[in-house]
């Protein structure tokens, strides 16, 4: 919490449903830093407590609330951030799981507002093991969810081009995710997380950016109707740089 720049604060919290702010809320969580390092990953019980009161004052809003786990590090390959402890490999994807049993019991008799995205952009390591990870969690949500809306994406970062990768567990409850950031160099320019960093100072939105656009949300829902699920487009990127 914080790394952003904003914290959960009850004043942004009241906002939610003022002036034309939206009554839908994404909350990305990173359970996998305060949760104990073996198998079972306990989770903190005060860091649990944080969460379960965010979640339920959006809650009293009105607002529906997508809950995930978000930068599990490790669980993608990917170098570990500041601050982020290190656990045995071999424990990773069992963390993960276990992490999963623990939030799906906690908020069981939370209404259908409140909805589950089982992980945010799975990529690197989780290329060859998603379909399997995705479908052994989605098994341990619905011990005690069985209806929860639960959001599910493909790997390359939730990128739509994966989605032909994706296999899902036939279930009536689940809803397709994707994430699309193009025209990437308009999104992404300056971002300190890609290299080499792009240049600022691009514009948008000529007609070749709008076919950019256009083709994977079409993409998107396209195979989304071929599947019978909808399909929530939740990370639609713009940089500070672009709104400036």
Known sequence: EGDWGLRADDRFIQLVGEGGFTRSVRLPVRWSNHASTDASARIDPAFF????????????????????????????????????????????????????????????????????????????????????????????????????IVVIGPTDWNGANALPRLVLPPDRHVALTVHHYEPFRFTHQGASWVTPRLPLGTDCCDAPQQAQMLLLLDLAAAEGRRRGYPVLVNHLRETDFARD
């Open 49 to 148: 407590a944080r969460v379960e009161s965010t979640v339920d004052k959006l809650l009293a809003r009105g607002a529906s609330v997508l809950l995930n786990i978000h930068h599990y590090r490790q669980f993608d390959g990917d170098p570990l951030d500041p601050g982020e402890t290190a656990v045995d490999p071999a424990v990773v994807d069992l963390r993960f799981l276990a992490l999963w049993q623990q939030i799906a019991e906690r908020f069981a008799d939370r209404g259908p507002a409140l909805m589950f995205e089982i992980y945010n952009e799975p990529h690197g390591r989780l290329e060859p093991l998603w379909n399997d990870l995705l479908s052994r969690a989605l098994r341990v949500i619905r011990r005690r969810n069985p209806e929860r």
